[in-house]
């Protein structure tokens, strides 16, 4: 079995400041790793996707994320963040490429204040 | 890039209607689809998997009279909640993919449902 979780539930932070949100999983197969972006009323949009190779991936909007297998987290980075980056962020697992069913971690609401 | 129309966005409607949610691929061929339900300030729920003119798989404790998903083409699914109850009320969300190609699902803007 698969499971995601998200330590922190909300992550404050002023505008420009540098921001991590964290994910860990657990799975007793290949993973790929995902995290979305979710706004209010919205769908979930990819922001980016580790499938295999570089450990480090990047993604739209300035986000990137580190696979790092021995800890078993894929935390999601950003070095500037702007009011617009307000949402809410999920991490997820597959044991496919992404079109097999996901596993989602709970969500980190990002909050970005002026 | 990939899209995935879902519709309607918003529906209100009274207590024992049913109501039928649409979640279309527009540019690929989507062999599978997700229905997710999201409750307030919590994560995606995944209901159902469908493919493509093939009985949906139901995760556990998710009805199966109450949710009826028909996957009957390679760019629709439909998600019906049968004699809907304010408990039913959420936000669901369809996401699409093509297996073949084994890349990310993309995902509808979602489906308020209120029931009165």
């Known amino acids: 079995a698969q499971s995601v979780t998200q330590l922190d539930s909300q992550v404050p932070v002023f505008e420009e400041a540098p921001v991590e949100l964290r994910c860990n999983y657990s799975?007793?197969?290949?993973?790929?790793l995902f995290w979305y972006v979710q706004y209010p009323n919205q769908g979930l949009q990819l922001l980016l996707k580790y499938l295999s190779g570089s450990t480090l991936v990047k993604g739209i909007n300035g986000f990137e994320a580190e696979f790092n297998k021995s800890q078993t987290s894929f935390h999601l980075r950003k070095p500037s963040v702007h009011i617009s980056d307000t949402a809410e962020y999920f991490c997820?697992?597959?044991?496919?490429?992404?079109?097999?069913?996901?596993?989602f971690g709970k969500g980190t609401k990002l909050t970005v204040n002026p | 890039g990939a899209v995935v129309s879902q519709h309607p966005s918003r529906v209100i409607c009274k207590s024992g209607t049913s109501v039928k949610i649409e979640c279309r691929s527009l540019d690929f061929q989507a062999t599978t689809m997700f229905w997710y339900r999201q409750f307030p300030k919590k994560s995606l729920m995944l209901m159902a998997t469908?493919?493509?003119?093939?009985?949906?798989?139901?995760e556990q404790g998710v009805e199966k009279d109450k949710f009826l998903i028909n996957h009957a083409s390679l760019t629709l699914s439909t998600l019906t909640v049968t004699s809907a109850h304010p408990e039913d009320s959420s936000f669901y969300i369809c996401?699409?993919?093509?297996?073949?190609?084994?890349?990310?699902?993309?995902f509808g803007d979602g489906t308020r449902l209120s029931i009165l």
């Open positions: 996401s699409a993919a093509d297996a073949g190609r084994n890349q990310p699902q993309h």
């Open positions: 799975s007793s197969v290949s993973v790929y």
């Open positions: 997820a697992v597959s044991s496919q490429g992404g079109s097999e069913k996901l596993v």
């Open positions: 469908s493919n493509e003119g093939s009985k949906a798989t139901y």
